[in-house]
């Protein structure tokens, strides 16, 4: 398990080059052939016993910030790479651009807020903090382009690990799991550590034309919403009742047969799951399901809270259920 | 290294009430100056005394930050919390926080928030009030009490050259002024009778400083504080990091002390700027003045950004000048 390295590298949307490199690094002695495309995609190839292909997605990419301006006293204005709820942001240290020059997002002190201690910032209003007063010394260290990513030390806390970037880096340590675990895969197996997912699922389908694979599997870490300040019949999941399966999401009902074999194996292996209840948010299995001339697809996400937040949770319980499920999977036969 | 003294002491935790942690911290780092003696009073406020001839001078920073206190259970592991000080929802949102159980154990929190693609469009417009966020305590459940106390678990780190940031820089950076000032009194024969207070409960209300003043009795306190650097306030001067002190102008500083103190910046060319001050301070400078009789108060405030928050921010410079325009002043027996 690399969560702990995965979470603390910046990797954000467009800017996933260290995670890559990270992941290259730990598989590249255990799969029989591994490449890089031209977005940036890293896709890995396990033999199996039969020809047929499966495709295994996780994105690589987090939620996160690109450099807009710089301003006179040096301040630097950031527009959103993903979908980051504004009310997160203050308070939060930050690192910048390839030189992981290091800021804050400050905000005016609630001593000086009078009505508006309630009102969420607007992202252009937001700014980040490198510890210089001119402009001309804030374009020694950073330029407009570069991007931003939260800077959190990840913890883990007995069944539970807090940190930035569970989604995705949840996934993606799976992955690297499942082909360091050597299963005996039934077949042809391909890993796509993919990018640019929360920009619009945009990199998973440029892999999934070149692999053209038989069906497909998108590992993701979700969303769950089981706190007390929201309605029970508003949550998607809960964490620590196992991996959530996905019947349906934005744009993509999940192919049934996937489904149910899915469920069926959970069932007959005795691993616990839970049917993800909200259809909000979508996965590459979208965008993959709609690739070439089609491809079945399906999703199996490690429950989490506080999701594109700088400060996610998850219980490591369900990280090793989702493991464990998807292992067995693939090492059986799908009838499609 | 003054960045090293920053970041032992901002690492230290002690909110309002809790600040035995970072007096034993003080304690340590003026055990370590020649000539001093020290002492904690019965409250817990920990004072340097450096003996001269001449007038009886306080100096003030208080020791204690912001913090939290577990108020309430709710299902599972999650908490409501209230907050020691003035913090704002926002900064607090999505935040690892530090929480130190009855038995003196270490609890660990994250205030969650609800993940964008599940709010509501109501929820989506509007921060959440103290009262309506939470705490999830992802370790040690089972070990925290209602009453427990946490605090921000942000580390501090140089922001640059100039500027360091961290957690309690209000009033730490300030302590650290103070300990610097101590340090570099060492080259003077000093004409004043020193007492350096490091006072607690500040954000609670003053009652370390007022308490300290009464015994002391001084000819004349020196209170060190931050105020709001680099961010416009209606119809008041710009106070900006790396332009030297704040001097506190206004009914509560003492006019005389103030002219003298300018007097010998302007002398040894430490830059400062004026902060008019209309009526009461926020700090403890205006408790001290109305006690025991009246005592003259002078205010240098630190200009510090995003007060209250994980990641406040100062100048290191800032720290520097103020301590040297102190030693003098003090040396010269507050003239």
């Keep these: 398990m690399y969560l702990k390295e995965l979470t603390e590298l910046s990797g954000v949307s467009g800017y996933e080059k260290r995670v890559r490199e990270f992941i290259k690094d730990k598989i590249k002695d255990r799969v029989s052939h591994i490449e890089e495309d031209v977005l940036g995609n890293l896709i890995a190839r396990k033999e199996g016993k039969t020809d047929k292909r499966i495709m295994l997605c996780a994105h690589m990419d987090e939620v ?25 942001v203050v308070g939060k240290r930050v690192t ?38 001119k402009k001309s010394d804030a374009e020694g260290k950073v330029r407009i382009g570069d991007f931003v990513a939260f800077s959190v030390e990840s913890m883990v806390h007995g069944d539970w690990f807090s940190g930035k970037a569970l989604d995705n880096r949840g996934g993606c340590s799976i992955l690297i799991d499942i082909i360091n675990n050597n299963i005996e895969l039934y077949y042809d197996t391909y890993f796509v550590f993919s990018v640019q997912e929360e920009l619009g699922l945009r990199g998973a389908g440029i892999s999934a034309e070149k692999i053209n694979p038989d069906f497909s599997i998108v590992v993701e870490t979700t969303t769950s919403g ?54 909000a948010g979508g996965t590459d299995a979208r965008r993959i399901a709609t690739t070439l001339a089609g491809i079945p697809s399906a999703v199996i996400s490690i429950p989490a809270r506080y999701i594109h937040s700088p400060m996610s949770v998850l219980n490591l319980e369900d990280y090793n259920n989702t493991l464990r499920l998807i292992s067995i999977l693939l090492t059986k036969e799908v009838q499609l | 290294m003054l960045t090293d003294l920053l970041e032992r002491l901002s690492s230290i935790d002690g909110p309002s009430g809790y600040e035995r942690d970072v007096i034993e911290c003080m304690r340590k780092e003026a055990g370590m100056i020649p000539g001093v003696f020290t002492e904690v009073d019965i409250l817990g406020n920990f004072i340097v005394r450096k003996e001269g001839k ?64 599940l709010q509501t469009d109501e929820g989506r ?25 946490g605090v921000f678990s942000s580390k501090p780190f140089s922001l640059s050259e100039k500027y360091f940031t961290g957690k309690a820089l209000d009033n730490r950076a300030s302590c650290a002024t103070l300990l610097y000032t101590l340090e570099l009194l060492n080259n003077f024969t000093s004409k004043s009778d020193l007492f350096f207070v490091f006072n607690i409960r500040e954000e609670d209300g003053s009652p370390g400083a007022k308490t300290s003043a009464y015994r002391l009795k001084p000819d004349l306190s020196i209170v060190l504080d931050v105020t709001h650097g680099d961010i416009s306030i209606p119809s008041m001067p710009k106070i900006e ?35 008019p001050i209309n009526g ?21 405030s630190l200009p510090l950004r995003y007060m209250h928050t994980p990641y406040e921010v100062v100048n290191i410079r800032d720290i520097e000048e103020t301590a040297r325009l102190l030693s003098y002043f003090l040396a010269r027996g507050g003239e």
């Design chain 1, 64 to 88: 996160g910030f690109i450099v807009s301006n710089i301003e006179d006293d040096g301040k630097l204005c950031i527009m959103p790479l993903g979908g980051i709820d504004p009310k997160v």
């Design chain 1, 96 to 133: 910048v651009g390839e030189k992981e020059i290091p800021g804050v997002i400050g905000y005016k002190a609630i001593h000086l807020q009078r009505g508006d201690v309630y009102t969420p910032p607007k992202m252009d209003e937001i700014r980040v903090d490198i510890g210089v007063t």
């Design chain 1, 226 to 279: 089981d706190n007390p300040e929201f309605s029970s019949y508003r949550r998607s999941t809960e964490l620590g009742k196992g991996p959530a399966i996905t019947f349906a999401h934005s744009g993509y009902v999940i192919d049934e047969r996937l489904f149910k074999w899915i469920i069926d194996t959970a069932k007959e292996h005795n691993i616990p799951y839970q049917i993800k209840r909200r259809t």
């Design chain 2, 54 to 117: 001449g007038k009886k001078i306080a100096l003030f920073a208080h020791a204690d930050e912001i913090g939290f206190v577990l108020t309430r259970r709710e299902e599972g592991n999650y908490w409501r919390f209230s907050t020691i000080g003035g913090i704002d929802p926002k900064a607090i949102i999505s935040q690892r926080l530090k929480i130190y159980t009855r038995d003196g154990d270490i609890a660990w929190g994250i205030v969650g928030m609800i993940e964008p693609h």
């Design chain 2, 125 to 149: 417009e509007k921060v959440p009030s103290l009262d309506d966020l939470f705490l999830d305590v992802v370790e040690g459940g089972e070990r925290v009490n209602t009453g427990d106390i």
């Design chain 2, 241 to 275: 990091t790396g332009k030297g002190p704040a001097l506190g102008v206004g009914p509560v500083i003492d006019y005389g002390y103030l002219e003298k103190l300018k007097n010998l910046a302007d002398k040894i060319s430490v830059s400062y700027q004026l902060e």
């Design chain 2, 280 to 300: 009461r301070s926020g700090t403890d400078t205006d408790l001290i003045q109305i006690t025991r009789g009246g005592i003259p108060t002078l205010l240098l």
